[in-house]
């Protein structure tokens, strides 16, 4: 199967940056996308960014121009750069691949990274 390998997360006071790094390893036939999702405490889990195959990106609202996706397809990973961060970015994000296995289309996770905005 796939198995997802997140790092990157800690403490960070507010408008300062962290990067997280997600690696992939198992066996698929194609990845559509590969993204960050978060869930703080008491909320759900949301979509944080997502990117594609060829390259297009999208963005929550609440982290454009803040937070930038990347992908290296050759190394099987993704990172989420986030700036200028605030305390409502507080959570644990999750690393998610959605990847054709066996000719079904699914959806795996990271364990999560702690990420925690404050002074």
């Known amino acids: 199967q796939v198995q997802l390998v997140e790092s990157g997360g800690g403490l960070v006071q507010p408008g300062g940056s962290l990067r997280l790094s997600c690696a992939a390893s198992?066996?698929?036939?194609?990845?559509?996308?590969m993204g960050w999702y978060r869930q703080a405490p008491g909320k759900q889990r949301e979509l944080v960014a997502t990117?594609?195959?060829?390259?297009?990106?999208n963005y929550a609202d609440s982290v454009k121009d803040r937070f930038t996706i990347s992908r290296d397809y050759a190394k099987n990973s993704v990172y989420l750069q986030m700036n200028s961060l605030k305390p409502e970015d507080t959570a644990v994000y999750y690393c998610?691949?959605?990847?054709?296995?066996?000719?079904?289309?699914?959806?795996?996770w990271g364990q999560g990274t702690q990420v925690t905005v404050s002074s």
């Open positions: 998610n691949i959605r990847a054709i296995v066996n000719m079904a289309l699914n959806d795996y």
């Open positions: 198992g066996t698929w036939s194609r990845i559509h996308t």
């Open positions: 990117v594609t195959m060829s390259g297009s990106t």
